[in-house]
C-alpha cells in the first residue's frame, strides 16, 4: 500500500520561512510533486523531485531524500498570497504512474 | 493558457440525473487521464485511471457503474457521473499524462484541469 503523511495545517508570519515536511512509504516510487492549491481552484504543479537533493525554483524549494522518504517544501520571503493548501504527491510506477495525494497542508500567513 | 480543458467548470444538477464532464488535452496527446474527487476541506482523492481505448481502472471503493469513464481518443476523456445522488456532490478534477506533443511538453509530464464543481439536489 501507499502512505504519504503531512501536517494538517501550519501558521507563519509574513516575510518569514516556512517548511513543511511530508514523509511517504510507497512501492514503485517514481517521483515527487508538491502542488499549491486555492480554495475553490485546481491544484498549480510547484516542484518535482525524483533524485535526491534540493530544487530551487525561486522563493520555494523542495527537497527529496528517497532513502529516507522524505521530503520538503520550504518557501522563503513568504507573502500573504502563499496562504493556501500545500499537497505532496507520490507517483507509483508501479500501478501505471497514477500520482496519490497526501491530505494536504493549509498553511495560514499572518501579517 | 490551460494545457487540459475540463468542461463544464460547474454544474448544478437534480437529484436522479446524469452528469457529463470532458476533460481535453490540448496541444499534446493522452494515453493515460486521471481522474480525482475532492470534498471540502479534503485533499483529492484518486478515482480511476482512463485509458485510451480500453477499460478505466477504478481505485477500490468506486463504483464504476455509477461513475461511468471513457477515453474514446487520445485527448478526450469523459467521466459521467449516472443517477447522482447529493452525496456526490464535489469537486472533481482531471489530469492528463503527457504521451505526446510540441517540442513544450515532456513525455510522462502531468496536467490538471480546471476542476468542475458538481452541486446535486
Known amino acids: 500500500g501507499q502512505n504519504i503523511d503531512q501536517p494538517t495545517e501550519m501558521t507563519a508570519t509574513e516575510g518569514a520561512i516556512v517548511q513543511i515536511n511530508c514523509t511517504y512509504q510507497t512501492s514503485g516510487f517514481n517521483g515527487l510533486f508538491w502542488y499549491q492549491q486555492h480554495a475553490g481552484e485546481a491544484p498549480t504543479f510547484l516542484s518535482y523531485?525524483?533524485?535526491?537533493g534540493l530544487e530551487e525554483k525561486g522563493r520555494f524549494s523542495s527537497f527529496l531524500s528517497r532513502s529516507k522518504g522524505y521530503s520538503y517544501l520550504l518557501l522563503k520571503e513568504l507573502q500573504m498570497k502563499d496562504s493556501a493548501s500545500y499537497l505532496c504527491?507520490?507517483?507509483?510506477?508501479?500501478?501505471?504512474?497514477?500520482?496519490?495525494f497526501g491530505q494536504g497542508t493549509e498553511l495560514s500567513v499572518k501579517p | 493558457g490551460a494545457v487540459v480543458s475540463q468542461h463544464p467548470s460547474r454544474v448544478i444538477c437534480k437529484s436522479g440525473t446524469s452528469v457529463k464532464i470532458e476533460c481535453r488535452s490540448l496541444d499534446f496527446q493522452a494515453t493515460t487521464m486521471f481522474w480525482y474527487r475532492q470534498f471540502p476541506k479534503q485533499s483529492l482523492m484518486l478515482m480511476a485511471t482512463?485509458?485510451?481505448?480500453?477499460?478505466?481502472?477504478?481505485e477500490q471503493g468506486v463504483e464504476k457503474d455509477k461513475f461511468l469513464i471513457n477515453h474514446a481518443s487520445l485527448t478526450l476523456s469523459t467521466l459521467t457521473v449516472t443517477s447522482a445522488h447529493p452525496e456526490d456532490s464535489s469537486f472533481y478534477i482531471c489530469?492528463?499524462?503527457?504521451?505526446?506533443?510540441?517540442?513544450?511538453?515532456?513525455?510522462?509530464?502531468?496536467?490538471f484541469g480546471e476542476g468542475s464543481r458538481l452541486t446535486v439536489l
Open positions: 489530469s492528463a499524462r503527457v504521451t505526446s506533443g510540441g517540442p513544450l511538453f515532456i513525455s510522462g509530464e502531468l496536467f
Open positions: 482512463s485509458n485510451e481505448g480500453s477499460k478505466a481502472t477504478y
Open positions: 523531485n525524483v533524485l535526491d
Open positions: 504527491a507520490v507517483r507509483n510506477e508501479d500501478q501505471g504512474g497514477k500520482l496519490i
